[in-house]
């Protein structure tokens, strides 16, 4: 099962702040991203977070693609319980040694990607 949303939306690089693109493209990051087709929030954001991933240059094999669906105790999915998912859209980006470097979870006031690529730099500043 895929997760749909996550598909890019029709943006090209330019749409794109370079720095943003910069920090997502950084190292081998891997982002794994929990949402659901059926998610509002998940239709409003993913589309524009998978061209930010895909302008950046972020291959297929970085990213983890976890759909999640509505159980009668809140979100169920693979790895819901183990990562503390409750809110969707959430991103977690990893290190390739599989170390948490950033998190997002459901909305903010920025993109996704602009979100991301903030708490990325502040990684890389302090490596």
């Given at each position: 099962?895929?997760?749909?949303?996550?598909?890019?939306?029709?943006?090209?690089?330019?749409?794109?702040?370079?720095?943003?693109?910069?920090?997502?493209?950084?190292?081998?990051?891997?982002f794994?991203v929990?949402?659901?087709?059926?998610?509002?929030?998940?239709?409003?954001?993913?589309?524009?977070?998978g061209?930010?991933?895909?302008?950046?240059?972020?291959?297929?094999?970085r990213?983890?693609?976890?759909?999640v669906?509505?159980?009668?105790?809140?979100?169920?999915?693979?790895?819901?319980?183990?990562?503390?998912?409750?809110?969707?859209?959430t991103v977690?980006?990893?290190?390739p040694?599989?170390e948490?470097?950033?998190?997002?979870?459901?909305?903010?006031?920025?993109?996704?990607?602009?979100?991301?690529?903030?708490?990325?730099?502040?990684?890389?500043?302090?490596?």
């Open positions: 099962m895929t997760l749909e949303t996550l598909a890019p939306a029709d943006l090209d690089a330019d749409a794109f702040d370079e720095s943003v693109l910069e920090a997502l493209g950084a190292d081998d990051y891997v794994k929990w949402g659901g087709d059926w998610c509002g929030d998940c239709g409003r954001q993913l589309p524009e977070f061209a930010a991933l895909a302008a950046a240059g972020v291959p297929d094999d990213i983890r693609e976890f759909p669906t509505k159980g009668p105790d809140g979100k169920e999915g693979e790895l819901v319980e183990e990562y503390g998912i409750e809110l969707i859209p977690v980006v990893e290190s040694e599989g948490e470097l950033a998190r997002f979870v459901e909305e903010a006031e920025v993109s996704i990607a602009e979100f991301l690529a903030e708490r990325l730099a502040d990684v890389e500043a302090t490596a």
